[in-house]
């Protein structure tokens, strides 16, 4: 009856044990700005362990800051890539430690830590044993011990290679766009200069020179003004014809009033329909001949 | 020795029988009120809306137990309460092609488990989904968590107590888990080394060729410029 009870003692001793964590290890990511913090209960005397490495962002480094429970400092270091600090604890209470990556203005990090603390609990629970390990026993023990290092050391190169690998991949993604970014950049520009050394030779009425001959138009012109709406335009063009059609394209453009020409003696030419607020796409079937744009109206020197 | 040391432990045996029927009572009640609070002993605080990620880079067929505890902060007493109804947090659980593995609402305490199917990095995301809104005044929630991997999973008392295995075989049992956690590891690391040696090449690959190309495009675009101009001054009688 007892041997059922102490293993029924056991059995919860061993649950709750597995509910005891002695040890954490924990990747988390911890973006630009940002301070993360860590809290463990210590009891006095335990030995602890503090590792962290910072897998990937920036410069990859990180500040890392350990305090006991009455807020001293014992472990602080600023941009470190990785660090492993070893402490008694010499008071009982919350131990606080914190990962800050408020010095980097864009880059996220991804941060490794393993915190232990004190040992391992023991495979039987009760290990009040008065006698002491056999040799395979303590065999085994150190087995353990040294593939606990060799799992600890897996951890590491994983994150270095990690590290280096998310490396290759952004460099990979660098060179593709870049590759392609200046091809197209090289062949826009080469088509660009080509077209802009014709463009000074040729005499040809280019859109731009024709949008630049109309307003050259508007100043060389005999007629002295020619008032639209709210807008006084102190010159005119050079016959009535070019007149009219400069005036209902520079009220088509601007949209509003109508107009009314004038000629060089301020006589009234032609009181030209008066048009209301018109659009500047707008009633462009009603007029007849003046149905070309703007850009379109050529110089009389052509 | 063996024989010795397996007298020795035999006699140990009756003489804790003896002890036991004092201390039981006394064990059992230990037991019974660390069982009400179990504390997982790594804690951080979280804001309201706030998700909290974290990454494990695992092998495949390696099982994760994660374990959390929440509490939240009272401001009448100015402490964190014991533990309050009505609290959740949902958990969320992605594998490397970031498929959703697990996305479960659990209570103010929960115990999740899943068990990879593929090499790489998964994400554990945790964040609160807690029903009563007005309990988040005072805007601090207290997250215990415990993320055990792999071997670290295997419940080695509660092995011995199924399998009927002695000291010494319970030792060499965990030593063969470790050793299959490394194997593990081992493979993944040559997977991972394979992929980083693909990327290195695709970007060499990629940089040989580009200059290849970009040579060739400014050759041909050289040739081409001159021979437009060329045939465009020559119509225009400059030439």
New interface residues.
């Given amino acids: 009856m007892f041997r059922s009870l102490r293993l029924l003692l056991q059995v919860l001793w061993a649950q709750l044990l597995c509910g005891w964590v002695l040890g954490s290890e924990l990747t988390f990511e911890l973006p630009d700005n940002a301070k993360q913090c860590f809290y463990e209960d210590i009891i006095v005397g335990t030995k602890c362990t503090l590792e962290f490495q910072v897998v990937t962002g920036g410069h990859y480094d990180v500040d890392c800051r350990l305090e006991d429970p009455d807020s001293t400092t014992l472990y602080k270091e600023m941009k470190k890539q990785y660090d492993s600090f070893t402490f008694t604890a010499a008071k009982n209470g919350t131990y606080k430690f914190c990962f800050s990556n408020e010095f980097s203005t864009f880059t996220h990090k991804t941060v490794y830590f393993d915190f232990q603390v004190g040992d391992d609990p023991p495979l039987f629970p009760n290990e009040n044993r008065v006698t002491a390990l056999t040799q395979m026993e303590s065999a085994c023990v150190s087995i353990h011990e040294a593939l606990k290092s060799v799992i600890d050391y897996q951890t590491h190169f994983r994150l270095r290679e990690a590290q280096g690998r998310s490396r290759a991949e952004d460099l990979n993604t660098r060179v593709a766009f870049w590759s392609i970014g200046e091809a197209i950049i090289l062949l826009v520009v080469s088509i660009s200069q080509v077209v802009l050394l014709r463009s000074f030779f040729s005499d040809k009425k280019t859109t731009m020179t024709r949008i630049l001959g109309f307003f050259s138009d508007l100043c060389d012109g005999k007629l002295s003004a020619l008032t639209l709406g709210d807008i006084p335009c102190p010159f005119g063009p050079t016959s009535f014809f070019q007149a009219r059609l400069t005036a209902a394209a520079v009220a088509r453009r601007h949209g509003r009033g109508g107009f009314l020409l004038f000629g060089p003696q301020k006589q009234n030419i032609e009181p030209v329909k008066r048009r209301g607020n018109m659009t500047s796409e707008g009633n462009r079937a009603d007029e007849g001949e003046e149905d070309t744009p703007a850009a379109e109206f050529r110089s009389d020197d052509q | ?2 024989t010795k ?1 397996r007298r ?2 035999e006699a ?1 045996d009756r003489q ?2 003896g002890d ?2 004092l201390s ?1 009572p006394a ?2 009640v230990t ?1 019974l009120v ?2 009400i609070h ?8 979280i804001g309201e809306t706030e998700k ?6 695992i092998p495949d067929e390696t099982m994760v137990i994660g ?1 959390y505890r929440t509490q939240l902060w009272d401001k009448q007493t100015g402490s964190f309460l014991p533990s309050t109804p009505g609290l959740g947090m949902h958990v969320e659980i992605k594998d490397p092609d970031t498929k959703m593995i697990l996305s479960r609402q659990y209570g103010s305490e929960g115990r999740f488990t899943f068990t990879s199917h593929t090499p790489g990095e998964h994400q554990i995301c945790l964040h609160s989904n807690s029903t009563k809104m007005a309990l988040f005044a005072g805007g601090k929630l207290r997250v215990h ?3 055990q991997v792999g071997e670290h999973t295997n ?4 092995i ?2 199924k399998d009927k295995l002695t ?2 075989q ?3 049992r ?2 063969l888990d ?2 299959e ?2 194997q593990k ?2 493979n ?2 040559r997977y ?2 394979e ?2 040696r693909m ?2 090449e ?2 060499n690959q ?2 040989l060729w ?1 200059s290849i ?2 040579t060739f ?2 050759i041909v ?2 040739i ?2 001159m021979r ?2 060329k045939s ?2 020559e119509a ?1 009688k ?1 030439v």
Avoid at chain 2, 52 to 57: L, Q, R
């Fill in positions: 020795m063996w040391d020795t432990f140990s804790q029988g036991m029927m039981v064990a059992a037991l660390a069982w179990p504390s997982y002993a790594l804690y951080f605080h909290k990620c974290f990454i494990e880079e374990k968590l415990d993320i419940n080695y008392p509660e011995a107590a000291e010494l319970l030792r060499v965990q030593l470790q050793v956690q490394i590891e081992q993944y690391q991972r080394e992929r980083f990327t290195s695709s970007t990629r940089v580009w190309a970009q495009i400014l675009t050289g081409w410029q437009h101009l465009f001054f225009k400059l």
